[in-house]
């Protein structure tokens, strides 16, 4: 199992940029697919951006598509998610998820996902 922590979250401006970190450990190799979720209040998790350990391919939700870029820093365990033209509507608890797909497609459905960090909250205001 791995364990995955995030950080990064805060208050933002509408039009502010944040970069939110998830740093694994444990048996990061049973996993080749990570991503960030957000789940609103009242609402169900949803995926905003994944990325696949294995050949770093990327998956985007189009609500974020061309204002958050995911990556990955192999050597530290450690997935990125910048986000940049943050909007009121991007507010949520962001939360980190991991698990192996073994056809090698991420999916993008938080369902999908078993390991889930504890989640860091991003506020934005207008």
């Known amino acids: 199992q791995v364990q995955l922590v995030e950080s990064g979250g805060g208050s933002v401006q509408a039009g502010g940029s944040l970069r939110l970190s998830c740093a694994a450990s444990g048996d990061t190799d049973s996993n080749n697919c990570m991503g960030w979720f957000r789940q609103a209040a009242g609402k169900e998790r949803e995926g905003v951006a994944v990325?696949?350990?294995?050949?770093?391919?990327?998956y985007y939700a189009d609500s974020v598509k061309g204002r958050f870029t995911i990556s990955q820093d192999n050597a530290k365990s450690t997935v990125y998610l910048q986000m940049n033209s943050l909007k009121p509507e991007d507010t949520a608890m962001y939360y980190c998820g991991a698990d192996l797909f073994l056809s090698g497609i991420c999916s993008v459905e938080a369902e999908d996902f078993g390991d889930w960090g504890q989640g860091t909250q991003v506020t934005v205001s207008s």
């Open positions: 990325i696949s350990t294995d050949d770093n391919s990327t």
